[in-house]
Every structure is written in structure tokens, then in C-alpha cells.
């Protein structure tokens, strides 16, 4: 089966999101929009598609190739204005599928998504681990003994969490660090983002420097990096050094040979997990 | 900024922006306009339209040099954004903040 799909456009409510990467291409639960619909029809035996954009093809063909990943022929092409895609579709004669049973139009309405997608996640990932109903974690995501995980939450791969945090009803995508004593509350925290030392998160999107609040759809760029900002520039900074680096690498290496008698003691990771929703 | 006075109160409004390069401005010229009868100090940032770091010190500065004499600082209509900056800085619950509708 072959058929059409339209991107949408530009949404001007998620524009503070879309500065940083297409709607399509934003990831809900670490896997984005267009990887959720491609599996989705490929369950339902679509084998070949072709993918209608107005914007950001690049963006789009990097991140999907040909659609090998999903089993599906993919096909992008971008035209400038929507009607040009519906001619372009009405000659070729293919069926449209929506890109998304319920696109977000707002912040809120991402945030629905949010909270949907998170109620729909039955199934555990690969990688996943569940510490305690509704509760669920990458295997890779580092998490003091002292944070306070409150269902539903879903903590993504190589998340970094200090001591003191509390995240209650929230999302943290992959690779962001949330420093000491942070309070995420009813929020979507997007991926490599880093979140300041005791700042206060409630019914926000934030990623990057990026700050919304969902409920009224207000939104600010964070001017300090230490309120919130990208992760991945604090990574390099504190090693950014070949020696630097190095010295870290052996360092792992040593910690973890240290910890080897440790580990083979241990049944599980019950321990960690109780202190961690201690 | 316009700095006006009534009564005891000392009101500042039409604050644009308080970011490092214009927040020491701010502060010293309220600290200027601030005579030993104003015991409130009204912010009005309903005109503010960005809030860094050092506008946050500025906004601290001015409320240590209220406390001493017994005095207030009041935060009158912050934007929707100096909100946003206020809540997550986790400030809103320290300042006296007065939205009028």
C-alpha cells in the first residue's frame, strides 16, 4: 500500500518549540511524532509513502533517511504552499492518511499529547525499566538516592538527576540533567536540556532555553544558562580536553573495576530503587 | 522609567527591561529617587518585557534596601514572561506580587 501524508505547517502556538526542531521531528517519550505515525502505519501495512512538507525537508530527510528504520518506503518532497501538495496529490492519485490523529495546536494541547501518550505507554520499551507503578525510567538514566519520582513520570535515556529533585506527573526526555533540588511538576522537559539548581517547574515546557507555560501558552528564552539552557554545552565544557577527557575515561574504567566485588554482592537494584522513591 | 511619588509610596513603571546592561541603571536611580518618607516601593513591570539574572539582583538589591526602615516592595502586574522568570526562579513566593485585573 502507498500513500500520501501531510506535514503540517508552521503552528504558531508551538512556535518556541519548532525554533529548535520541526513539530514533526519533536520527540514525545524519546521517539518523535513522524517515528510514532511510521510505526503506526506500518503496523497497519503501509509499505511506501511519500511525505509532504511546506519546510524543512533537510531537517526531515536527515532524521527519517529512506525509512528503513520503519520498514517503509519513504519518499519527501517539499512544495511551497499547501495547495501545490494537493494537486501534486490528486495527479499521482494517492490516498492522504493524516499526519496525527490529534495534532497539537497550542502548548496545552501538546501537553494533552503528553499526558495521553503517557497513559497509552503500557508496554515497556527496550531500556525501560518500571520502579514503581507508572513510574518508568531508562536503564541509563543516572538518579540520586534523594529524588521523589511521582506517577505518571517518564524518565528518558541518559537523564541526569541530582539530588533533592522532585518530578511529579512529568516527562524528561533524553540526555537533559536536572540540577539539585529542581521541582518539576505537571511538565514536559525536552531532550539535552538543562535544568538550574533549585528552580521551579510547574505546567511548563521548557527545552533548552526555551520556557512555556502550557496553560497560557505564554512563552520566554532564558537568558541565564545556570536557570535553563542546553545540557550538552555543560558536558563539553567540564571536559572538552583530550587529556581532559581521557583522564575521565580511565577513571570510569577504574571506578568500574573497583565496583565489580560490589556488583556480584548484589541481587538487584531494589536498594536504589526504594531510596529512590523514598 | 518614570518615578513618581504618592504620598509614602515610591512608584517606578515603564521599566522595558531589566537585563545586566540596564538593571544597575534602574536600581541606583530608585535608590536615588528614595527619600527617608517612602516606606513602599511599587514595581510596576506591566511595560517589562525581558528579566535576566541581574534584574532579578536589581529587583533583591531594592527590597534589602526597603527592609531596614520597615518598608515594602511591591511588584505590580509583572508581564505574563517576568512571571515566568519570577515562578521559576522560585521568587514569586518571597515578593509581595499584586495583579489588578
Known amino acids: ?15 518556541a518549540l519548532e525554533s529548535i526542531r520541526p513539530l514533526p521531528l519533536i520527540p514525545l517519550l524519546g521517539r518523535s511524532l ?5 510505526e503506526e502505519l506500518h503496523r497497519t501495512g503501509l509499505r511506501e509513502a511519500v511525505l509532504f512538507t511546506t519546510h524543512n525537508r533537510t531537517a526531515i530527510v536527515d532524521h527519517i533517511g529512506a525509512g528503513e528504520r520503519w520498514g517503509i518506503r519513504v519518499e519527501v518532497r517539499e512544495l511551497p504552499a499547501r495547495d501545490e501538495i494537493h494537486a501534486c496529490i490528486r495527479e499521482a492519485r494517492l490516498p492522504v492518511l493524516p499526519f496525527h490523529a490529534k495534532c497539537a495546536t ?4 501538546w501537553f494533552q499529547n503528553v ?9 515497556l520499551r527496550l531500556g525501560m525499566r518500571e520502579l514503581a507503578a507508572g513510574v518508568r525510567v531508562h536503564r541509563s538514566a543516572k538518579i540520586a538516592p534523594s529524588v521523589r519520582l511521582v506517577a505518571p513520570c517518564w524518565i528518558g535515556a541518559n537523564v541526569r538527576i541530582a ?6 506527573e512529568s516527562v524528561v526526555e533524553s540526555g537533559s540533567f536536572l540540577d539539585t533540588g529542581a521541582n518539576i511538576s505537571r511538565s514536559w522537559i525536552g531532550p539535552s536540556t538543562y535544568v538550574g539548581a533549585d528552580t521551579d517547574l510547574v505546567e511548563s515546557l521548557a527545552w533548552e532555553r526555551q520556557l ?3 496553560a497560557s501558552g505564554s512563552s520566554v ?3 541565564d544558562a545556570f536557570l535553563l539552557g542546553p545540557a550538552g554545552t555543560r558536558e563539553t565544557a567540564a571536559g572538552s580536553t583530550l587529556p581532559a577527557r581521557a583522564a575521565g575515561c580511565l577513571g570510569a574504567i577504574w571506578r568500574a573495576i573497583a565496583n565489580l566485588p560490589d556488583y556480584f554482592r548484589r541481587t538487584g537494584n531494589e536498594d536504589f530503587n526504594q531510596r529512590t522513591l523514598a | 522609567m518614570k518615578i513618581s511619588t504618592s504620598g509614602p509610596s515610591l512608584n517606578a513603571s515603564q521599566i522595558t527591561e531589566l537585563n545586566s546592561s540596564t538593571a544597575p541603571a534602574v536600581r541606583d536611580e530608585i535608590r536615588a529617587a528614595l527619600k527617608p518618607e517612602h516606606t513602599a516601593l511599587v514595581l510596576d513591570l506591566s511595560a517589562t518585557k525581558f528579566v535576566d539574572s541581574s534584574g532579578l539582583g536589581a529587583i533583591i538589591a531594592l527590597q534589602k534596601t526597603m527592609a531596614p526602615k520597615g518598608g515594602t516592595l511591591r511588584i505590580l502586574n509583572p508581564t505574563p514572561t517576568v ?15 499584586v495583579r489588578s485585573t
Do not use: F, N, S, Y
Not at chain 1, 3 to 9: N, V
Not at chain 1, 115 to 123: D, I, K, P
Not at chain 2, 83 to 97: F, P, S
Open chain 1, 1 to 15: 500500500m502507498k500513500a500520501a501524508i501531510i506535514l503540517p505547517e508552521k503552528i504558531p502556538g508551538l512556535a
Open chain 1, 34 to 38: 513522524l517515528d510514532l505515525r511510521l
Open chain 1, 106 to 109: 497550542d502548548p496545552r494541547g
Open chain 1, 115 to 123: 499526558t495521553e501518550t503517557l497513559e497509552r505507554a503500557v508496554e
Open chain 1, 163 to 168: 539530588g533533592g529533585v522532585c518530578v511529579a
Open chain 1, 212 to 214: 512555556v507555560k502550557w
Open chain 1, 221 to 223: 528564552q532564558i537568558a
Open chain 2, 83 to 97: 512571571m515566568q522568570i519570577l515562578e521559576l526562579t522560585r521568587l514569586h513566593r518571597v515578593l509581595d506580587i
